[in-house]
């Protein structure tokens, strides 16, 4: 068994699942300053009141689990996303405390104001996590002592950018999609004005980041050739004595990318409701896993020199390290797993407004 793999696949699963939960957060505080009066906000933030901290819980495991799994990795992308996860933290930290104030005043000034701030910590978070995932893709100015060596701006190019606006587009679509499902009346409507104008907004951006990323890094289809890799990946033996198998993966993932995004439309128009955000989770854990599957076995590449790439062996715990979490994770994930399920299933059906209510 390659503890490795499995450990890069759960941090995988881990990231997917908070881009898919707090991906509709994010997007229901980009679409926020879009609602019309004070109820209707109210709406939109108890939609996600009884579940958003405990899907920022999994960027935090996703987090530990990098930490244990892949110390080096860790290391590195501190020394590189230093500044955006400090960004990000208080981006995180005021969409809170805008849920939380927002009603402590009955006055349309501070209610404005903590509107404000809800949406743009959801913007900030929503651009960063698709900066990331740019960087990760175009690599990282990393050294022999497994150091990042350039500066802040050098995170922000025309590719990383766009690639932060997309995420902006797919965590809009993705909220805009789940208001649909927990909204009823005027506020449903407009929800569903709303996730169609983020669907045309989305599939350019999709277009244009997928072409942009092949003009720049055509080797991330190397995993998707049912041949033997080029370089830099054939280095990499794992990769080339289990070819077949990656590319046939790589490709039911581009199958379910489409399939996924090409039903959204198709449901939101028949009025399901469920449907339409359940393909709507598909294309992001899809979009995701593309990217995962694009850099694999690296998990992050340095732009200095191919040799100075971490990837799932380089960077990783000792076996006995990557066993033990293993086992330990078998006992804890079906725990989380099951609180998840028990608050969305709690929390079920069309949002009301009470007198504990946001």
Known sequence: MDYNVIWYLLVGVLLIGYAILDGFDLGVGILHLFAKGNTNRRLMINAIGPVWDGNEVWLITAGGALFAAFPHVYATS??????????????????AVSMEFRGKEDKTWWRNMWDISFFAGSLLASLLFGVAIGNVVLGFAIGADKEFTGGFFDLLTPYTLLAGAFSVSMFALHGAI???????????????????????????????????TLVLKPEMIANFSFGKVAAPWETHQLVNDHQTAISVFAWLVVVLNVLSILNIPRTLVKGKELQAFVSSALSIGAI?????????PNMMISSTDPAYNLDIYNSASSQSTLKTMFTISLFGLPFVLAYTGIIYWTYRGKVKLTEHSY
């Open 78 to 95: 501190f020394s590189a996303f230093y500044l955006p996860f400090m960004a990000l933290l208080f981006a995180l930290i005021f969409r």
């Open 178 to 212: 789940y208001l649909n499902l927990k909204t009823e009346g005027a506020l449903q409507e407009a929800a569903r004005k709303w996730a169609k104008n983020a669907y045309i907004l989305f599939v350019l951006l999709f277009a244009s980041v997928t072409v942009y």
């Open 288 to 296: 995701v896993g593309l990217f995962a599957l694009g850099i694999f």
